[in-house]
């Protein structure tokens, strides 16, 4: 299998946009073709990951539309979902089909338009991302999963509602940096522990907000990286993994084997380990789940997550930066998009090109995107190509 | 790039089914896998094509589903969408993953329940497929897409409606020596032409049905083939291409251009011409795509396709039989299953093992598979390993 490197990155701005989901994904494709200086009909194949255009948008079959939009041409045009990972997915499809020799320059993008659907309604389209018949039929949309997760953390391994409180606190502080952010405004721990309830002990600020945006994404083999203007960066691990859909059906609510079975494969290609990693993109669609995940990862012990934000080690400065882009948190959560966006912010701070969230002499980054309650997970690890 | 090969196949009966979305996708598998000799635990990726669970069945996120109910474990499960060529894009990634060597054992299968809906919510859940903005909107829907094609079709070639019925006679004769097959009746000639009209001049009997089912495939590399029981078949070609996705924007709307390309890279893959070819099964969900089908794959020049049926050269004891599992047309049509429901008819016709409508000889097979008005085409040939 061959090198692959990341040629080109575009974003539109995430929250609640005027065009429609073929357009917002068009915008975010020209923007990464124009970054690495590719003109579109040298595009080979293009991966699309988008969780809901039927239900959120009327528009299923997107991948040709956006492709189309974009001026690709005709190439093979392929939509992959995985609920919330659905861009992590995608951007793993891309990687094989260069890495393999399939085909040279792969654009993957993630898109996802869901502000036209009320609160209630965005809740229900969700849900189906889930086990729809062991949960939602029974009420148990994402957040209340999320918050009986929360729970159990907390009874388990002492976790606070404090420690909660830390990672929204941190992310936004983080979004506050990131102009196309949806929520670009500092909160406090106060503001975050007074707020509405959502699903206790997850109040309105422990949740991703509902916002539509786009990201992509140009693949190349490593070989030919040189021949652009950009500073190329090297993919060094793709890796997938699923588990049980059905929190019922998981022998430990607090812990995501798929996460952690993607991070043991996604080490293993890199040959890197946790702490050889600068920085990392993490899937905080709920406070919970950015602690969750940095156990799982193997960042912190299994329990001991919550010290990440607590303590500063996870903001920007700290040891090792997680979701300096704003995260789902704050940023927004797009669904389809939200791995591409991830890949997009890792890509962007190994150029040196973060501007004022910029981590310092960042060399090593991981991404980690997840669908459901856990069911699917992507993990990608980039490095700058020196 | 790895020589792949086909070790097992199975499907599910179609029509309106009891079952779950998630228990027919699996029982496929399961019968896959048993086909193939080869315990779920061996499997190391699975791919799911399927067009609308969340529109028709209320679930979306369904490849870590239905590999969690076939017991497959945490490997990476990924859905593939490409509207009605879903199956065929799935299989397409399935054929990559082992080409390329990121896995030996891989699964594919794909799914659809569509008849828990009524026939005009399925009319609008379809339409989604299509370009909602240009055609939907105004009412075009899959029917009256199709019936411009066949308008302008007899318009420009002559072709007649004798020659759209003469699809349909077929196809249904096929579904009925086709145990699985969701129509198993004969119709006349007569019968066709004097069918209640859906949208002039398509009547009901040149529309595929509503139907719910799954279908499977197991692959592998072709030199760990043979260590199996069954005769596998083996893959000399998976190609795809895409057109631009609205009527309005095609150059000439009695040819589909995504075919014509997939199938040219297809024939070019396999060292192979249409001559070669023995039987094929092509996307009739409509009867006059039956005839686009077979000029744009290259059997007929273009404007002749009617020929096919009308002669008697595509019927079963023809030149080159077409559809011998009854085709969308009487075997039925749930979306995300017809692109692998198509190779299992391949395959059962090349081991042959394909009973009373066995091909006698057949060694290389045909497959062609469209998405909404043409915006997605997967073609695969197939060849009987000897």
Redesign the interface.
Known sequence: ?RSVSILGVGITPFGARPE?I?ALGARACRAALEDAGLPPGRVEA?FLGN??G??FA????L???V??AAGLG??????????CASGG?AM??GV??V????ADFVLVAGVEKMTGASAEEAAG?LA??????AE?RVGATFPALFALIARRHMHQYGTTREALAAVAVKNHAHGLLNPNAHLQREVTRAQVLDARPVAEPLGLYDCSPISDGAAAVLLCPSERAGDFGQRPVRVLASA??????ALA?KRDITRF??TS?AAERAFRQAGLEPPDIDLAEVHDCFTIAEIVALEDLGFYPKGEGGRGALAGETALGGAMPVNTSGGLKAKGHPVGATGLAQIHELVLQLRGRAGPRQVPAAEVGLAHNL??SG??CAVHILASAG
Request: glycine residues 10%.
């Open positions: 299998m429609s073929v293009f969780f809901a039927q239900a009327g528009q299923n079959h991948a040709p539309l492709a189309h005709p190439v093979p045009s392929t939509r992959v979902e995985g609920a997915l793993r499809q094989v089909a890495a393999s020799g399939e389209v189906a991302a889930g086990d729809c018949r939602a997938q993994a699923a588990d049980a859909p059906d084997e798929a079975r669908g459901g069911a699917t």
